[in-house]
């Protein structure tokens, strides 16, 4: 099992940016691809991002294009979401999570393990 703990979330006004960081540890991080979901209050759990192992292929929601990023280093064990132009709409708990392939998802069901959230707030 791979152990992930997320964290950078916060309050930040409509316009501004965070960067959110997971840590992971545990089982070997090798090979893994990752992905960032997010879960608002009333609605299902939405795909956000995702990474495969190199960093060469990356996918994010329509939603989000143009104003996230995800990233990696896999030396230091750490998946990134570098989020731009946050919006109001854009408030929910962020969730890290890890799949045991190699392959870019965007279904939550694929991936194995998931970290315990943090909080975005964005206010307008």
């Known amino acids: 099992q791979v152990q992930l703990v997320e964290s950078g979330g916060g309050l930040v006004q409509a316009g501004g940016s965070l960067r959110l960081s997971c840590a992971a540890s545990?089982?070997?991080?090798?090979?893994?691809?990752m992905g960032w979901f997010r879960h608002a209050p009333g609605k299902e759990r939405e795909f956000v991002a995702a990474?495969?192992?190199?960093?060469?292929?990356?996918r994010c929601a329509d939603s989000v294009k143009g104003r996230f990023t995800i990233s990696r280093d896999n030396a230091k064990n750490m998946v990134y979401l570098q989020m731009n132009s946050l919006k109001p709409e854009d408030t929910a708990v962020y969730y890290c999570?890890?799949?045991?392939?190699?392959?870019?998802?965007?279904?939550?069901?694929?991936?194995?393990?998931w970290g315990q959230g943090t909080q975005v707030t964005v206010s307008s």
């Open positions: 545990g089982r070997t991080f090798v090979s893994h691809a």
């Open positions: 990474i495969s192992w190199s960093g060469g292929t990356t």
């Open positions: 999570a890890a799949r045991t392939r190699d392959s870019v998802s965007t279904r939550a069901y694929e991936y194995d393990d």
